[in-house]
């Protein structure tokens, strides 16, 4: 009986620290890419942990309505028009851009950002290959103005074009 007793107990202590540790959560300030430092705000996007990878929430407002290519990029830095930010993230060196649901591509191929026709984003995206935050930390999350075909083919690195928008993941 007593043991019963204890082994709940420990059941419910360790679900506790499961439960405050693996649930992390970050907010990124996103601006328009500027030729010298930094353009005006568009809004924010939530990074959350979740049992089925990362989910990334946007309160974006003023961006061109459509598909959007979205993923983070290998340098902590927004300027020189994103391209500071440097590639995208592939800390395995694949070389190969692959979209978000493939093991063998960049590990920072995420899925596309939708903007209504207002110019708002607000619908999450969830990229099931990233568990943590503590992953992709201290790098620049890219929101590009076209789509992503999740291919090299017909073009390199999705076909999503100019760098829009930015933030540092901190
Ligand atoms: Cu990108
Ligand atoms: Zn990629």
């Given at each position: 009986?007593?043991?019963?007793?204890?082994?709940?107990?420990?059941?419910a202590?360790?679900?506790?620290a499961?439960?405050?540790?693996?649930?992390a959560?970050?907010?990124?300030?996103?601006?328009m890419?500027?030729?010298?430092?930094?353009?005006?705000?568009?809004g924010?996007?939530?990074?959350?942990e979740?049992?089925?990878?990362?989910?990334?929430?946007?309160?974006?407002?003023?961006?061109t309505?459509g598909?959007?290519?979205?993923?983070?990029?290998?340098?902590p830095?927004?300027?020189?028009?994103?391209?500071?930010?440097g590639?995208?993230?592939?800390?395995?060196?694949?070389?190969?851009?692959l979209?978000?649901?493939?093991?063998?591509?960049?590990?920072?191929?995420?899925?596309?950002?939708t903007?209504?026709?207002?110019g708002?984003?607000?619908?999450?995206?969830?990229?099931?290959?990233?568990?943590?935050?503590?992953?992709?930390?201290?790098?620049?999350?890219?929101?590009?103005?076209?789509?992503?075909?999740y291919?090299d083919?017909p073009?390199?690195?999705?076909?999503?074009?100019?760098?829009?928008?930015?933030?540092?993941i901190?």
């Amino acid at each position: 009986m007593l043991n019963l007793k204890f082994r709940k107990l420990i059941g419910a202590v360790i679900w506790l620290a499961s439960a405050s540790s693996v649930l992390a959560e970050t907010t990124v300030s996103m601006n328009m890419t500027i030729e010298s430092g930094v353009g005006q705000s568009v809004g924010t996007l939530l990074i959350s942990e979740t049992p089925y990878g990362l989910l990334f929430t946007p309160n974006l407002h003023g961006l061109t309505a459509g598909a959007h290519g979205l993923h983070v990029h290998q340098n902590p830095s927004c300027e020189k028009n994103g391209m500071a930010a440097g590639g995208h993230f592939d800390p395995q060196n694949s070389g190969s851009h692959l979209g978000p649901y493939n093991d063998k591509g960049h590990f920072g191929d995420l899925p596309i950002v939708t903007v209504n026709a207002d110019g708002t984003a607000t619908t999450p995206v969830l990229a099931p290959r990233i568990r943590h935050i503590t992953e992709i930390n201290n790098l620049a999350i890219m929101i590009h103005n076209g789509g992503d075909t999740y291919s090299d083919v017909p073009n390199k690195l999705g076909g999503g074009g100019a760098r829009m928008v930015c933030g540092v993941i901190q």
